[in-house]
């Protein structure tokens, strides 16, 4: 069983998967945004002179370090706002139900949540050259609820997920068939 503060957590409900992203995802944006840290220095080489021949000397120094000071501040923060994302977009699967938790921004986060028993179809989608290769993508999960489908984005090994969601949401509908019939049963004697 995995540790992790399920909000509203239902009476006897376990967690069996916790999905993120995969690593890749991550190492693609500290990639892209490690290039970008680097574009100043190249940019220094390449047309420092010129630039500190436009400004006047006693302006020249402190210009630049004003300019580089925000340009990695902005860089930090990107960084730090990519990570976050990747880290706190989390879906859960447990026993009794699916809960998508999407962190939308720094400040703005969306939790849907979707009983077992409503889920009608799982789809698994591979897109592209590193998705197919890394074994990542997309599941999709088709319900009768008001919110028409849940996506897992980019998550590890997609059909190895959607099998065992499809599992799992039949082990469920079996559980509450049988519970149902009981009490039938029960009522009936009463």
Known sequence: MLKFYL???????????????????????IALWTIVAILPLIFYFV???????????????????????IYYLYI????????????????IVTTERIVNIEQKGLFAR???????????????????FFSTILNYGLVHIQT???????IF??????QGVAKKIIKIVEE???????????????TRNQ
């Open 7 to 29: 909000l509203h957590h239902l009476e006897n409900e376990k967690i069996i998967m916790l999905l993120r992203r995969h690593w890749f995802i991550i190492f693609k944006k």
């Open 47 to 69: 047309a420092g002179d010129v630039l500190v021949g436009l400004l006047p000397p006693d302006l020249a120094y402190p210009i630049s370090i004003l300019f580089i000071s």
């Open 76 to 91: 930090w923060l990107f960084m730090f706002h990519s990570f976050v994302d990747y880290y706190l977009d989390v879906w």
């Open 110 to 128: 969306q939790v849907s949540e979707q009983k077992l028993y409503r889920i009608q179809d799982v789809t698994s989608e591979l897109k592209g």
């Open 144 to 150: 009768a609820g008001e919110k028409p489908r849940f």
């Open 153 to 158: 984005k980019e998550i590890p090994d997609p």
């Open 172 to 186: 469920n509908k079996k559980f509450h068939q049988l519970m149902e019939k009981e009490d039938k049963i029960n």
